[in-house]
């Protein structure tokens, strides 16, 4: 199983970014799908999930921000990002699970892709 995540970028604060992570393999198709991100010097967060009967989860940092999403057919969980703020900053990685988890833990994970927001 591998989930590939892409889309992560320098971008000034107040701007956008959109998020992707496609799972391939054995299993690629998994009930939630979630969003994590590790700032320098901090402990990694869960910053977004969703289930595949569409129930969601947001960090309070990031609610009203971000909003994840996902395409079954293409077996890809999205993060769409907006307003961004410095404190954004972070690798953020993708992870996904065959159970309904909107809290984790997760068995199967992407590589993070770097998210840089300039002030």
């Known amino acids: 199983v591998q989930l590939q995540a892409s889309g992560g970028g320098l971008v000034q604060a107040g701007g956008s970014l959109r998020l992707s992570c496609a799972a391939s393999?054995?299993?690629?198709?998994?009930?939630?799908m979630a969003w994590y991100r590790q700032a320098p010097g901090k402990q990694r967060e869960l910053v977004a999930s969703i289930t595949s009967d569409g129930n969601r989860n947001y960090a309070r940092s990031v609610k009203g921000r971000f909003t994840i999403s996902r395409d079954n057919a293409k077996n890809t969980v999205y993060l769409q990002m907006n307003s961004l703020k410095p404190e954004d900053t972070a690798v953020y990685s993708c992870a996904a699970d065959t159970q309904l988890l909107l809290h984790g833990p997760y068995d199967y994970w992407g590589q993070g892709t770097l998210v840089t927001v300039s002030s």
């Open positions: 393999g054995s299993r690629s198709s998994f009930n939630a």
